[in-house]
């Protein structure tokens, strides 16, 4: 009899069980619709995972901090430690002396008592009455003498003070004032710079869930049911897996610090202007010269007598018995003047400020920070992810009545042929025969129910 009849014939057997008997020992609740002869049992469908990757932060993103130090040149700066001095040079005026002459007394032509130039003057009576008398007054040229009576004029003497020097200024420079005085000059400003403070770290545990909690359908003994299996399904709890890593946190960032440093100074003595050079004029007054002159206070009297007469006879002490034309010219004196050729004047000299060369030490570019990111890191942990829940349902399979040895061996071949069975060929459904069916048939999702029905015909020995 071949395997196939003998299933067949098993069929037939179970069939004429009674169908009350078959759902008391089961509860029908939830059993599938079955032909007479079948045999089933609740088999377990398990859960269906994948396996995933899943990165997991092992140290969480930061910053470096780079420092840029400071950029600095050197200039050179002209500092200045003397206005430089100035003084006045006087110069005298210059004088010269000239000479001036007086008029003392003016050129005329007088009518006088003689020829004589220092003789009196003749009166205006005289003349006009030897012009009565016929005389050329008018036409009359020096030397020509007519006769009259004459009262001589009277003089005094006087005294004229002349400019001898005109005035002028004297002028004294005062000279400049200085001192010296010490000054600081900046040679260098202060610098900074950034100090770095790297970040610190500290490791933490982490724990990361590799299997979440599920629940699993799994095997018992089989007590009393007319079936091949010896085991049975019972839900059980299994709780989540874990994996601790350690994680490497930041405790404390990246950060800079910075310092500055004082700036620097260079000591100098200056000398400093405190009064400019000055000049005070002194007033010269002008000079003098006193002069005597010669000054009329009363004109002469001339009376005329019938004395007209050459030779006449003289009627009074102070009568003129005659007049002359004369000519007297003009009379100076010559005075030496001294007088300004050249008035006194001052020049300033000034010397050129003082200048020296300092070397400058100064900040070009201030020190800045240039942040780096740091990115996370990453672990890579593998997870078993659930994709379907498991599952209890009744399956058809082999009943107990139709197994032998026959088909044992049938089904250890079929499973040595795929890879899954290693053990003699003896026809003994022993714990490898069973593993090696339960392995087959979670490798080919396949209800793990022992001899199924639908693993006899995956293994092609039904």
């Known amino acids: 009899m071949t395997i196939k009849d003998t299933l067949r014939l098993s069929l037939v057997v179970i069939a004429v069980m009674t169908t009350a008997n078959a759902a008391s020992s089961m509860d029908g609740d939830d059993l599938p619709p079955a032909k007479p002869g079948q045999c ?28 840029i130090p400071a950029k600095y040149g050197w200039e050179t700066k002209k500092i200045k ?24 007394k003016p050129a005329q032509k007088t009518w006088r008592t003689s020829l004589n130039p220092n003789a009196p003057e003749a009166s205006d009576t005289c003349v006009q009455s030897a012009a009565a008398a016929g005389m050329d007054i008018n036409g009359a040229k020096p030397g020509t003498c007519y006769y009259e009576h004459y009262i001589p004029e009277k003089y005094t003497t006087v005294t004229q003070k002349v400019l001898a020097a005109e005035p002028t200024e004297k002028v004294i420079a005062i000279p400049a004032k200085y001192r010296t005085v010490t000054k600081k000059i900046l040679v260098s400003e202060g610098t900074e710079k950034l100090i770095k403070i790297p970040a610190q770290y500290k490791t933490v545990k982490q724990k990361v869930l590799v299997a979440p909690a599920r629940t699993e359908w799994k095997k018992t003994k089989c007590q009393d049911r007319g079936c091949n299996q010896s085991e049975v399904v019972c839900l059980v709890e299994i709780p989540a897996t874990y994996k601790t890593i350690n994680k490497r946190v930041v405790a404390k960032p990246a950060m800079t610090k910075r310092v500055k440093t004082p700036p620097v100074y260079k000591t100098v003595q200056i000398q400093e202007l405190v009064q400019p050079a000055t000049t005070k004029t002194i007033p010269v007054p002008a000079k003098y010269k006193t002069v005597t002159q010669r000054k009329k206070i009363s004109d002469g009297k001339y009376t005329w007598s019938d004395a007209s007469r050459k030779n006449a006879p003289t009627r009074a002490t102070n009568q003129c018995n005659r007049i002359c034309l004369t000519a007297t010219p003009a009379q100076y004196s010559k005075v030496a003047k001294k007088v300004v050729a050249k008035p006194a004047m001052t020049r300033k000299i000034k010397t050129p400020a003082k200048y020296t060369t300092v070397r400058v030490k100064k900040l070009i570019q201030p020190a800045t920070t240039r942040t780096i990111p740091i990115p996370a890191t990453y672990k890579t942990v593998t997870k078993k992810k659930k994709i379907a829940e498991g599952y209890a349902k009744w399956v058809p399979i082999v009943c107990q009545t139709s197994i032998n040895t026959t088909m044992i061996r049938e089904v250890q071949k079929a499973l040595k042929n795929k890879g899954f069975y290693h053990g003699p060929i003896d026809g003994v459904w022993g714990a490898e025969s069973k593993a090696a069916m339960r392995a087959f048939q979670r490798a080919n999702g396949l209800p793990v129910a022992g001899l199924s029905m639908a693993s006899m015909e995956a293994l092609g020995v039904y």
């Not at 269906?48 to 910053?63: A, D, F, N, R, W």
């Not at 001095?85 to 002459?101: D, F, S």
């Open 40 to 67: 089933f049992t609740k088999a377990f469908f398990p859960a269906k995972y994948t396996t995933i990757t899943e990165k997991v932060l092992v140290s969480e993103p930061s910053e470096k901090v780079e420092v």
């Open 81 to 104: 430690i003397s206005d430089g001095t100035e003084r006045v040079i006087t110069a005298p005026p210059a004088y010269k002396t000239v000479y001036e002459k007086v008029l003392i």
